[in-house]
Nanobody
Framework: QVHVVESGGGLVQAGGSLRLSCAASAPSFNMYAMGWFRQAPGKEREFVTSISWDGGHTLYASSVKGRFTISRDGTENTVYLQMNSLQPDDTAVYYC???????????????????WGQGTQVTVSS
């Protein structure tokens, strides 16, 4: 069983920044790709970004590219999502997920991920 816990969400004004953290209890955390997804009210869950097992390969949704940055710290079993220039359209619950395929590069497909956190709310006011 892998536990995934997100933190760092909150309320921010448009143009502001937040950094989300995702701590995963996976014993071999450094072997696995991680991803962030988000779900706004009334919408389907959508891909935000992912990072490969070694941090060398990242993917971003076009809507966040250039504003969001994903990174990972293997010593802390944590993945971070730095979000800058936030806009009201970024308002959503943000979910972190672990892909337990060893040495994965990351994926935009939710079904490729095996464990999910409960999410953290990000609200951007205009």
């Amino acid at each position: 069983q892998v536990h995934v816990v997100e933190s760092g969400g909150g309320l921010v004004q448009a143009g502001g920044s937040l950094r989300l953290s995702c701590a995963a209890s996976a014993p071999s955390f450094n072997m696995y790709a991680m991803g962030w997804f988000r779900q706004a009210p009334g919408k389907e869950r959508e891909f935000v970004t992912s990072i490969s097992w070694d941090g060398g390969h990242t993917l971003y949704a076009s809507s966040v590219k250039g504003r969001f940055t994903i990174s990972r710290d293997g010593t802390e079993n944590t993945v971070y999502l730095q979000m800058n220039s936030l806009q009201p359209d970024d308002t959503a619950v943000y979910y972190c997920a672990v892909d337990l395929m060893a040495y994965g590069l990351g994926s935009v497909v939710p079904y490729d991920y095996d464990y999910w956190g409960q999410g953290t709310q990000v609200t951007v006011s205009s």
